[in-house]
Structure formats: structure tokens, C-alpha cells
Nanobody
Framework: QVQLVESGGGLVQPGGSLRLSCAAS????????MGWYRQAPGKQRELVAT???????NYQDSVKGRFTISRDNAKNTVYLQMNSLKPEDTAVYCC???????????????WGQGTQVTVSS
């Protein structure tokens, strides 16, 4: 069983910063991709930033230059440093990973429970 546990959300003023963390635990043979999505009220879930299977990063255009995704492979953890936050960044941020739990198993997609980020004065 694989679990993704997020932390670091909260309330911040416009222009402020937050750092989200997502740790994968359980049976993990290999991680192919890991990153962050978000969903604001009344909107569809959208990609924020992710590491791809090749180790490259992919960012949504609206967060480029403000958000940075990083990872600690030894801890199976990804981080999202969010700077210059705007009210439109308010959403539930969910960690997503594509993981092969065992050497003989297929790759499976996993989601965290989500963490609320609210940007408001």
C-alpha cells in the first residue's frame, strides 16, 4: 500500500510564501513521476508542477518564476516552494505520483488527501 502525505498548506497574505511537502511511503519499487495538482472551487483540477519520468520538470504557465518544485529521492519526498502568492493561487493542492509498488507490478497512480492553500489579505 502506498500513501502520499502532504503538509505545509495554510493561510498567507498576497505576496507571501508557503512550502508544501509530499512524502510517499509504503511499498515503493520505483517512482516514475511525482508532483502537484490543484483544484479551486468551481474549477477543474489542474497541473501545478511535476517531475516527469525522465526527471524533467513541468510547470503550469501561471506559476512559472514563482513556484519551484524540488525533491529528495532518498526520502521519496517532493516539495513545492511557492513565492509571490496571489489570491488566484487559492486552491486545494494535491500530491500525485506514478509509482511501481513492486518490481513485477504495473505503474499505478496515487493521490494525496490534499492540503488547503488560501491566499487572502
Amino acid at each position: 500500500q502506498v500513501q502520499l502525505v502532504e503538509s505545509g498548506g495554510g493561510l498567507v497574505q498576497p505576496g507571501g510564501s508557503l512550502r508544501l511537502s509530499c512524502a510517499a511511503s509504503g511499498s515503493i519499487f520505483s517512482i516514475y513521476a511525482m508532483g502537484w495538482y490543484r483544484q479551486a472551487p468551481g474549477k477543474q483540477r489542474e497541473l501545478v508542477a511535476t517531475f516527469t519520468s525522465g526527471g524533467n520538470t513541468n510547470y503550469q504557465d501561471s506559476v512559472k518564476g514563482r513556484f519551484t518544485i524540488s525533491r529528495d529521492n532518498a526520502k521519496n519526498t517532493v516539495y513545492l516552494q511557492m513565492n509571490s502568492l496571489k489570491p488566484e493561487d487559492t486552491a486545494v493542492y494535491c500530491c500525485h505520483a506514478v509509482i511501481r509498488p513492486f518490481s513485477a507490478s504495473p505503474m499505478l497512480a496515487y493521490w494525496g488527501q490534499g492540503t488547503q492553500v488560501t491566499v487572502s489579505s
